[in-house]
Structures are given as structure tokens and as C-alpha cells.
């Protein structure tokens, strides 16, 4: 079964510019989630989307959005990048909603913002 | 929030066995103890999750302290591949954010 994707992988912005970035859950997955890694502040949730719903949300200003289609696959839009956007950005998906659920990492999209 | 606390680095000898401590003194009775690894420009990798009891899989062993204030995950023989930050993590039935900690960073020494 092929791993979660993501595309881009690599990303160069300027400041201002928006983005939107994709990610291809495991089939039959139904759960994604997306994810903010920096030196500083580590790893961050972004939200969570479960049958095209957003189900939980992380402390991150309106700028960062998301959506999930039917299929299951997700976008994430960052609109007027800042610098400190910078980022690894990760996407992980899991069959199921639920804190039983195993999450499975893509290899992240990795923006600079300039 | 549910927060836990990790070293932040921890050394091992390869092929010898690797304890790895996680406290969670404010977890509730019905969160769930993830473990994930990163290994170096990689996403993270699941390595195994419990409840209450411990648990075994092929990657490691997750031992639960009887009053789940702590957990430990057991690398049996630590090998060069080993070499990651371990997240521990503690997941509620409302399910609400994630919140990953900084993790250990666990070097493996041939």
C-alpha cells in the first residue's frame, strides 16, 4: 500500500505570496492531519479533518486553512506568508477519528519563505 | 492540556537494550500513550500506543506504570537505525489537539 504523499516537496515563497500545499492520505484513510516543525518551536498541530470536516484545531491565526475532498485528500493554504512561515509542513493520515488511531507521517513539504 | 516530560537526550550502545522514561503526571483515565520517532529528514514514524496495559510490538515494548503516571518504551537491542527524537505523546477520548513535546533525542553508539 503506498504511504502518504505530499506535493510539492520543497517550496520557495516571498513574503506576502500564498500557498497551498497538498497531501494524498493512505488509501482508505479517512482522518488527515497537518502539522507545523520548526527549530524553535517543534512540532505544532495544525488541524485535523475527518470526512471532509474539520474535526480540532491548533493555535494558528486564520491565515493557515485547510479543506479535505471527498476522496480524502487534503489541501492546506497559508495566505500572506510571512517569514516565520518557514517550515517542515506535515501531513499524516489514520483510518479512523480517534485517540486510539495510529498516524502515518508523509515525508512533509518543506517551505521557505523569503 | 495533557503534557509529558522527556529527557532530552539519551545515549545508548548498539545491540544493548534501551529504556526510554515519559512522565505524564496529569494524565486522565482514558488517554491513550503514543510513541512516535523521527528519524533524521524524515517525517515521524508510529512505534507503538497503550492504554493501560502493557504492549508489545515487532519495533518495541511500551510498559505503563500502574497508576499511568509514567510510561517507558523498551528498545530490546538498539541498533544504528535507531537513532531519532522519541515522542511521547498522550492522546484524550475528546480527542482534541495534538501536542507534541520536544522528545528525546537518542543517539546509538557502535
Known amino acids: 500500500k503506498a504511504g502518504v504523499t505530499q506535493t510539492p516537496r520543497y517550496l520557495i515563497k516571498t513574503r506576502g505570496q500564498q500557498v497551498t500545499l497538498s497531501c494524498s492520505p493512505i488509501?482508505?484513510?479517512?482522518?488527515v492531519s497537518w502539522y507545523q516543525q520548526t527549530p524553535g518551536q517543534g512540532l505544532q498541530f495544525l488541524f485535523e479533518y475527518f470526512s471532509e470536516t474539520q474535526r480540532n484545531k491548533g493555535n494558528f491565526p486564520g491565515r493557515f486553512s485547510g479543506r479535505q475532498f471527498s476522496n480524502s485528500r487534503s489541501e492546506m493554504n497559508v495566505s500572506t506568508l510571512e517569514l516565520g512561515d518557514s517550515a517542515l509542513y506535515l501531513c499524516?493520515?489514520?483510518?479512523?477519528?480517534?485517540?486510539?488511531?495510529?498516524?502515518?507521517f508523509g515525508p512533509g513539504t518543506r517551505l521557505l519563505v523569503l | 492540556d495533557a503534557k509529558t516530560t522527556q529527557p532530552n537526550s539519551m545515549e545508548s550502545n548498539e545491540e544493548e537494550p534501551v529504556h526510554l522514561p515519559c512522565n505524564h503526571s496529569t494524565i486522565s483515565g482514558t488517554d491513550y500513550i503514543h510513541w512516535y520517532r523521527q528519524l533524521p529528514s524524515q517525517g515521524p514514524e508510529y512505534v507503538i500506543h497503550?492504554?493501560?496495559s502493557n504492549v508489545n510490538n515487532r519495533m518495541a515494548s511500551l510498559a505503563i506504570a500502574e497508576d499511568r503516571k509514567s510510561s517507558t518504551l523498551i528498545l530490546h537491542r538498539a541498533t544504528l537505525r535507531d537513532a531519532a527524537v522519541y515522542y511521547c505523546?498522550?492522546?484524550?477520548?475528546?480527542?482534541?489537539?495534538?501536542?507534541f513535546g520536544p522528545g528525546t533525542s537518542l543517539s546509538v553508539i557502535p
Open positions: 488509501s482508505g484513510h479517512r482522518s
Open positions: 505523546i498522550l492522546l484524550k477520548t475528546s480527542y482534541d489537539k495534538v501536542i
Open positions: 499524516a493520515s489514520s483510518m479512523n477519528w480517534g485517540p486510539q488511531e495510529t498516524q502515518y
Open positions: 497503550g492504554l493501560t
